[in-house]
């Protein structure tokens, strides 16, 4: 999920993103670390990216 929004007349991105149950915390933090930099390459006029993690979608809502 992306969120665009201006504050302050500058451009900011939230972006939820779905974390891998197995992964230690240490590990999450490296991927939101790196989509932030892509997302911030990719995008110049952001002046922020707010990166939000969150647990796999399955860890709440297992297959039956």
């Known amino acids: 999920h992306v969120n665009c929004h201006y504050l302050?007349?500058?451009a900011v991105a939230e972006v939820n993103i779905?974390?891998?149950e197995d992964l230690t915390?240490?590990?999450a933090k490296e991927v939101a670390k790196k989509a932030k930099h892509?997302?911030?390459m990719l995008?110049?006029?952001l002046s922020e990216v707010e990166i939000h993690m969150e647990?796999?979608?399955e860890q709440f809502h297992p297959k039956l």
């Open 8 to 10: 302050n007349e500058k």
């Open 18 to 20: 779905n974390m891998q």
């Open 25 to 27: 915390v240490h590990q």
């Open 38 to 40: 892509q997302i911030k």
């Open 43 to 45: 995008v110049k006029d």
């Open 55 to 57: 647990l796999s979608e």
